[in-house]
């Protein structure tokens, strides 16, 4: 009686951990989305440079809050990309209410996500940018699920752009810790992480652990990952993402 009395306890005390964090979202009041997804902002805000007042190539990794309830757990996130001298972008992202989930047309690169303003992850520019994009195009190409979607634990829009970082050599980005999906890894249990040095194990996204450099350490409890980024100097909670003072991803500073 004592054993299942301590097992009970266990339970409840791990099941308030990894909930801690999307109740403390929920409650914040930090999301404000439209009562409709047909009337909520799909407005550009004002992050990437225009088109037309740059030449050079840029590639950039977004996210921000998925819709509705959603968004107390996880972020939406997608790719964008402009070629050099190019007067427009291509965004890259998969979603779910369609057949062919996956989309590549040019568009707003940093839309606000059915009203959650959008968040910049990575900013790679110049001449490692332009070597950057053919691969990309061939690593959307590729995508393994291009006819499947499912918001938990995947195959979902977190998927398909850690699938595309994956394949890209040189693209070493690590996506934030409440994009679940990103663990998702199909058939496979290991593999690289996206930020380019590390390793992680997943079972179908349920369960699973991370380590990497610019990730830092995650465990994966049915999607939800807690954990701690030294590099980032953060700490990761469920729902709410990483707390860090440094973004170990690469940006302009880093490229000049």
């Not at 009395?5 to 005390?13: N, R």
């Not at 970082?165 to 999906?181: E, F, K, Q, T, Y």
Request: charged content about 15%; aromatic content about 12%; proline content about 7%.
């Amino acid at each position: 009686m004592r054993r299942l009395f301590k097992f009970t306890a266990w339970s409840f005390a791990a099941l308030f951990l990894l909930l801690i964090g999307p109740l403390l979202v929920a409650t914040s009041g930090s999301l404000h989305s439209a009562e409709s997804w047909q009337t909520a902002s799909r407005d550009s805000a004002g992050i990437a440079p225009l088109p037309g007042e740059t030449e050079e190539a840029i590639v950039h990794v977004y996210g921000a809050r998925a819709w509705s309830w959603r968004g107390y757990f996880s972020v939406h996130t997608w790719i964008s990309t402009k070629e050099a001298g190019a007067d427009h972008y291509q965004v890259h992202e998969v979603t779910g209410w369609r057949r062919y989930v996956v989309s590549s047309r040019p568009g707003d690169p940093d839309r606000h996500w059915y009203g959650a303003r959008p968040e910049l992850y990575a900013d790679i520019r110049g001449e490692e940018a332009e070597q950057l994009i053919p691969a990309i195009y061939d690593a959307v190409a590729s995508y393994p699920y291009p006819t499947e979607y499912e918001a938990w634990p995947g195959p979902n829009s977190n998927t398909f752009v850690a699938w595309v970082i994956r394949n890209v050599p040189g693209l070493d980005v690590a996506l934030p810790s409440h994009a679940i999906g990103k663990d998702y890894l199909g058939d496979r249990v290991v593999a690289a992480v996206p930020g380019g040095v590390g390793y992680q194990f997943s079972l179908g996204g349920y369960f699973g652990v991370l380590a990497g450099v610019r990730e830092g350490l995650e465990l994966n409890i049915m999607g939800l990952s807690l954990g701690i980024n030294p590099l980032g100097l953060g700490i990761k909670l469920p729902g709410v993402g990483e707390l860090g003072l440094r973004n170990t991803n690469p940006m302009p500073a880093d490229n000049p």
